[in-house]
């Protein structure tokens, strides 16, 4: 359904151009789709100036606050979205609650999913995730106390970890430190394990097995290729020997066009962390070749060779599941 809008703004006295308050509000919802959270805060703020009452700018500038860390501003931001779009309650409430997490208000979070579940409002397909989001609360409720002691904290299982969205599969790992990691090794090697998750959120769990000093054995499987590794030896993304090799050879062939040496490098560092804790399976001088070839691809529409390695490049880059964090 297309957004219903005025034609016609004012700022102070002065009608705004008809046709720029779509034209920032769509620039602004392109730059969330794209995770240019910083753009779309920027053109948000302009929307508020000329537009202050636009209905969709809440929701927007509560996401990108929230994604830039911006806690504080983003809350009552989420408070308005709840209030101004009825069609995306549910995703709004999820928001507003995880911020007042991060705010560390966990009595509000406590008595605003009691009243939801109290007057079975949820959806049935939702009640799983706000259960879980619930005893989340209590967790981090309890490692907050004033008294400071460690209380037990029970892991999900992974059956449920399995039901959870992205948003809050990537929020419980952001709250796995180092100790909890250790006790929540099992369940972080079947998140290592399972092929079907996005590969960097496979990733993130396996560098906190790895700082957990996990000792299992365990393949992985990324791409169409496979892999056995003990955790607890593995160098971090992008810290082995032939990903640096690859970055300095790209830096001296490249040295003279920073613009297309600073994309490739992002795209040698995006392979090393989505595709961690495999490689390209080459020696790195090829591998630094093929994006060479990638580059030219890229910036000059040049065919890119079909061998498997440039196929790979290709389609690592290209993966669209990168985690927020």
């Known amino acids: 359904m297309k957004r219903k809008r005025e034609r016609l703004h004012k700022k102070g006295n002065m009608i705004v151009f008809p046709g720029t308050v779509e034209r920032l509000l769509d620039q602004a919802e392109d730059a969330v789709q794209a995770e240019d959270f910083e753009e779309a805060i920027r ?6 100036e000329i537009a202050p009452d636009l209905p969709d700018v809440p929701g ?36 507003y609650l995880a911020i007042c997490m991060q705010l560390q208000d ?3 979070v406590e008595d605003t999913i009691g009243a939801l579940l ?36 029970e892991m999900i299982s992974f059956e449920s970890f399995l039901q959870l969205d992205r948003f809050h599969q990537q929020e419980l790992l952001a709250h796995l430190e180092s100790n909890q990691a250790k006790e929540s090794q099992t369940l972080l090697c079947q998140i290592v394990g399972h092929d079907s998750l996005p590969p960097v959120l496979r990733t993130v769990a396996l560098v906190l097995l790895r700082n957990s000093g996990c000792e299992t054995p365990l393949v992985i499987r990324k791409f169409g290729r ?24 790209l830096r001296r062939a490249l040295d003279k066009d920073p613009s297309r040496l600073s994309l490739i490098e992002e795209a040698v560092r995006k392979f090393a962390l989505i595709s961690y804790p495999l490689n390209w399976g080459a020696p790195a001088e090829v591998v630094a070749v093929a994006y060479e070839n990638y580059s030219t691809f890229l910036f000059e529409g040049a065919t ?22």
């Open 60 to 95: 927007i500038l509560a996401v990108a606050l929230y994604e830039t860390k911006e806690f504080e501003q983003a809350k009552p931001y989420a408070a308005q979205w709840l209030q101004s779009d009825m069609n995306e309650y549910f995703e709004a409430m999820e928001l």
């Open 118 to 153: 109290d007057e079975g409002v949820v959806p049935s397909e939702l009640k799983q995730k706000f259960l879980y989001l619930r005893e989340l609360n209590v967790r981090l409720s309890n490692r907050f106390a004033d008294d400071f002691i460690a209380q037990p904290k």
């Open 43 to 48: 053109l948000s703020e302009q929307l508020l």
């Open 226 to 249: 496979g892999i056995s590794v003990i955790p607890a030896q593995l160098p971090l993304p992008g810290e082995d020997e032939v990903t640096k090799k690859i970055v300095t050879l």
């Open 304 to 325: 890119l060779p079909q061998t498997a390695l440039h196929k790979l490049i290709f389609e690592v880059d290209q993966d669209s599941s990168e985690a927020v964090e």
């Open 106 to 108: 966990y009595e509000e």
